[in-house]
């Protein structure tokens, strides 16, 4: 800091026509902290210094300088975070061009973790956002991921057909498509994409939206609303109905989907009071038996030609 040399009794001493007891702009500038470039950067800041260094009445000193500066609009405007980095804007030079990269770094990072879709113009801005706003400091780092989460989309292939989510965002998406599958469900993409941002935004957790989805399930298949709330799935609670229909019809257990129109109707069945009560599976297999596909079925045959050769033994036709 420059140091003030009290001027002598009737004595105008002065160095290079400056009078000792006032510095120059430089000397000033860096009395109050600042670097003159960053003072001539803004209108206000440059006007409140001039006016400090011109005073008749004697420069201003730091404190007052200071005490100013929070009535000028720069000051107002703009909040801690970004009154540092306009100064180190302003400075420029290697710390300001480091500080740049972290931030681009930081945006980048951030949106891979996410799996948020940025364009290049996007990542600038949101890298001086970063600076400006100061989301690398103080556990600010949840503004970024807010800021982002709008970015958040399945995104165009080359094809021109949707991607799937990306990052921390497809592992959410993943989770919750499996658990509306196992449940009979489907949902659309925007679906997974709401979740993915209100997630990201910190609006919501991953464990609102699974909440969401069971919810759905249980009201879908009310005879197990507490079993499904409790962890387990349509899916898991239908497999003796999906087993036996399988066994009956000759087809794999994966090829038969909750919405089958016989398994839908076990699960939703309702007994004389109109309460929800599931179908015995000796009645659900007598109802399989009934459909033409049975008749074509292994066993159907093997059935068949046991009841054809007991009518033949029976009228003596057949040893």
Do not use: H
């Not at 229909?245 to 919405?259: G, R």
């Amino acid at each position: 800091m420059a140091t003030r040399k009290p001027k002598a009794p009737n004595t105008p001493a002065t160095v290079s026509g400056i009078p000792v007891d006032r510095l120059d702009e430089k000397g000033l500038a860096s009395e109050y902290g600042y670097a003159l470039s960053i003072i001539n950067a803004d209108p206000d800041i440059k006007n409140l210094f001039y006016t400090a260094l011109n005073d008749k009445k004697g420069q201003w000193d730091p404190k007052k300088f200071a005490a100013q500066l929070q009535n000028t609009n720069w000051y107002k405007n703009n909040n801690q975070y970004a009154r540092e980095a306009l100064i180190a804007q302003a400075s420029g030079g290697a710390d300001w061009d480091a500080q740049v990269q972290n931030a681009t770094i930081a945006v980048n990072s951030a949106a891979t973790k996410i799996g948020a879709r940025l364009s290049q113009p996007q990542v600038d801005s949101l890298a001086k956002r970063y600076l400006l706003e100061g989301w690398g400091q103080n556990n600010r780092d949840q503004l970024l991921l807010t800021a982002i989460s709008g970015s958040i989309d399945t995104g165009p292939s080359a094809s021109g057909k949707s991607n799937n989510l990306r990052g921390a965002s497809g592992n959410l998406a993943d989770t919750l498509r499996t658990l509306a599958e196992d449940n009979g469900m489907t949902f659309s993409d925007s679906y997974y994409v709401g979740a993915a941002r209100s997630v990201a935004a910190g609006l919501t957790t991953a464990d609102d939206w699974n909440r969401d989805v069971t919810d759905q399930a249980a009201s879908m298949w009310p005879i197990y609303s507490d079993k499904i709330k409790a962890g387990s799935s349509a899916k898991q609670l239908a497999s003796g109905y999906i087993n036996t229909m399988a066994q009956e019809l000759d087809l794999l257990p994966d090829q038969i989907s909750l919405n089958d129109p016989y398994i839908k109707q076990a699960l939703t069945g309702i007994d004389e009071q109109g309460n929800p009560k599931p179908t015995s599976l000796w009645d659900f297999r007598t109802k399989l038996r009934n459909d033409p596909r049975w008749l074509n079925t292994i066993a159907a045959q093997n059935n068949i030609a046991d009841v054809s050769n007991s009518i033949l033994k029976t009228f003596g036709l057949a040893g």
